[in-house]
């Protein structure tokens, strides 16, 4: 919900968040908190013991809690650091109607919710006359997010159950999930809009850790963006539970690679993680009826995340920023360490400001004179569903053997480059 109200919020109590980076809080929209306390309570447990990860939960009523409330009271936890960002806290996850400020992407019409505005916890926005925000004002001590944020909301379609019961439904299927009952097949899909015999495969980046016999392609030959005829291909595909099912096409926030919600509901099981940076089919501003990634999440198992983009064009691509239009590549290289999606995401944002390449490698900064958001502005991902997805089916010595094997993208190649597409900017 784009928030509304303008009552004053009063002061939170939660527990205290100890002094520590690895610490989550999880703000959850009250009219679900009573029906969601039991999962709540094995979702703290299941993070603590997989991730060493602690999880502070709050419950607040989002008729009173505007988005400016919330900003506040994540500034109130967040214990910046120059260099570290939150030296405590490292991310927080809004389930069910959490209120959120809109950003107008300069460089892209359509309105979206504003992640950065979470985000980005010591930095000053520009706030347009109709309450929305456009551009960074100042970017503060720490530049870039301090923080990621994921949302878990329901689809507002009660063919997938009421709202109660699809937030129950989906920590129950976390649950199973982080306890090993359920498990992704170690099987990466790859699905672009582009025959890859002209365009480029990204097999590379995935088949030294789950080896090339398990990187399955779907793609149409010839014509790029012939793809509805390989529909049931990709649904059969994505049956078979894969571990990450990377979806390239153009689309909107209710369609991607010709699926609709309606698709994803007949589906009986799903991969753990879709990473989509199509156009804006991560922007549920409006369509939270018919959001593709909310009927992900909110579908049977697994469909755990869903990463993506909010704007069709969301980067100054003008300059050194076009160097960065499919920027996927940091997170999947920080995918491949084992780290889970939320750390993934943080330190491939964080990456952009250090002008480093792989996220994180201080020995090999790039040739950029500026980092990428005083390049281009505030640059929308978001993370729908859980941050505690991981790369759960390779194993640490099967990691070490393909990091050993150095035929990941090189260090010393300053600028990732991605396959190269008729048309980069979706």
């Not at 009219?31 to 419950?59: H, M, Q, R, W």
């Not at 009952?181 to 899909?189: F, G, N, P, R």
């Not at 698709?263 to 199509?278: D, H, R, T």
């Amino acid at each position: 919900m784009k928030d509304t109200a303008t009552a004053p919020a009063p002061t939170p109590t939660p527990t205290s968040i100890n002094d520590t980076k690895k610490n989550v809080l999880v703000i959850v929209d009250e009219n679900y908190y009573a029906g969601l306390s039991p999962y709540l309570s094995e979702f703290k447990n299941d993070v603590k013991s997989n991730f060493e990860v602690n999880i502070t939960i709050l419950s607040v009523n989002p008729n009173i809690y505007t988005s400016e409330k919330i900003r506040e009271l994540l500034i109130s936890e967040c214990q910046i650091d120059s260099k570290l960002g939150c030296k405590n806290l490292e991310g927080a996850i809004f389930v069910g109607d959490i209120p959120y400020a809109i950003y107008d992407s300069p460089y892209d019409s359509t309105p979206a919710p504003f992640m950065f505005y979470y985000q980005d916890l010591d930095a000053t926005f520009n706030k347009k006359s109709n309450g929305n925000y456009d551009k960074y004002l100042t970017f503060g001590t720490h530049e870039g997010p301090e923080i990621y944020i994921s949302w878990i909301k329901p689809i507002k379609d009660q063919t997938f159950g009421n709202y109660q019961e699809q937030l129950n439904n989906y920590f129950k299927k976390h649950h199973k999930y982080l306890l090993g009952e359920t498990q992704a097949t170690k099987k990466v899909l790859l699905a672009t809009h582009c025959d890859i015999t002209t365009a480029g495969s990204w097999s590379f980046v995935f088949e030294n850790y789950y080896g090339k016999e398990n990187i399955v392609e779907v793609y149409p030959k010839g014509r790029c963006d012939n793809i509805c005829p390989l529909k049931q291909d990709l649904l059969t595909q994505l049956s078979t539970i894969p571990e990450v099912a990377r979806l390239h096409s153009h689309g909107t926030p209710a369609e991607l690679w010709c699926l609709s919600k309606e698709n994803i509901k007949s589906l009986e099981s799903q991969p753990a993680l879709i990473a989509s940076w199509g156009c804006g089919v991560g922007n549920f501003y409006n369509y939270e009826s018919d959001s593709f990634p909310l009927a992900f999440i909110n579908g049977k198992d697994l469909g755990l995340s869903f990463i993506g983009k909010l704007h069709s064009e969301d980067i100054d691509t003008s300059g050194e920023g076009s160097n960065f239009t499919n920027n996927d590549i940091y997170l999947f290289e920080n995918w491949n360490k084992g780290d889970y999606l939320g750390k993934a995401f943080l330190d491939m944002e964080q990456s952009f400001v250090n002008k480093t390449f792989p996220p994180g490698d201080e020995q090999h900064q790039t040739s950029f004179s500026l980092n990428l958001y005083r390049i281009s502005g505030p640059l929308q991902r978001i993370i729908i569903g859980s941050p505690f997805v991981y790369q759960q089916t390779v194993s640490p010595a099967e990691r070490r053997r393909a990091e050993a094997l150095g035929r990941r993208v090189p260090a010393e190649d300053v600028v990732p480059r991605a396959p190269a597409l008729n048309n980069p900017h979706y």
